[in-house]
């Protein structure tokens, strides 16, 4: 039987739709479908990674938070249950199923990756940084996690961190730091900017 990602896809996009809470406001169906998905797809091609490879990265992508269905804080051992129940329908071989939930595991926070499709999955989750569309982002995170914290994060401190962050990551892949650095400084520039003129809700996070 052969692997049917886009059948699998279809499928966990429709359990997304039904069973994640508007609540995740960037954990959401766009994250995985719009974002990460591609973003994989995308440094798998810039690192000639093969055909099998390729297939790994995409459905681990697919995957990895399909944990947050079910719970919030450490929702990629879930992700990695969800995958492995799934999978094997779709045509996935044992094998396969284990490089996809070790490629899951390897975007748990703080990132450290062993090999050059940890790499790129890592890099695909954090592809963001370097985008124009990492303000509006950054403040749907905000809004998530001030949810799912259950009491006020203030905004100083939350861009304090979030800039902290932008400065000290470091993409894994050539390919990811071709594309993204220089947009990620340009982030960095606009959070300093922003963390200036924090006196109450600024335009740049859009809530």
């Known amino acids: 039987m052969a692997q049917d990602f886009e059948e699998v896809s279809r499928h966990i996009y429709t359990r997304f739709a039904e069973k994640l809470s508007p609540n995740l406001t960037y954990h959401s169906l766009y994250h995985t479908r719009n974002d990460v998905?591609?973003?994989?797809?995308?440094?798998?091609?810039?690192?000639?990674?093969?055909?099998?490879?390729?297939?790994l990265l995409k459905t681990a992508a697919l995957f990895h938070d399909t944990g947050?269905?079910?719970?919030y804080s450490g929702h990629e051992?879930?992700?990695?249950?969800?995958?492995r129940q799934t999978l094997p329908d779709y045509g996935y071989s044992a094998d396969q199923v284990t490089a996809i939930t070790e490629l899951i595991a390897a975007t748990r926070m703080p990132q450290r990756p062993c090999g050059?499709?940890?790499?790129?999955?890592c890099d695909a989750d954090l592809d963001l940084l370097g985008r124009d569309d990492y303000m509006y982002l950054n403040g749907q995170l905000w809004?998530?996690?001030?949810?799912?914290?259950?009491?006020?994060?203030?905004?100083?401190e939350w861009r304090i961190e979030q800039l902290e962050f932008l400065r000290k990551h470091r993409f894994f892949t050539a390919a990811a730091r071709t594309l993204r650095d220089a947009g990620k400084l340009k982030n960095?520039?606009?959070?300093?900017?922003?963390?200036?003129?924090?006196n109450g809700s600024s335009p740049g996070l859009h809530l």
């Open 188 to 198: 960095a520039a606009l959070m300093t900017a922003a963390l200036a003129s924090t």
């Open 116 to 121: 050059l499709l940890q790499e790129i999955i």
């Open 77 to 83: 051992t879930y992700s990695i249950e969800i995958a």
């Open 143 to 156: 809004r998530e996690v001030r949810h799912y914290a259950g009491q006020p994060i203030p905004e100083k």
């Open 68 to 71: 947050f269905m079910q719970v």
């Open 37 to 55: 998905v591609p973003a994989a797809c995308r440094l798998a091609r810039a690192n000639d990674v093969s055909a099998e490879g390729c297939l």
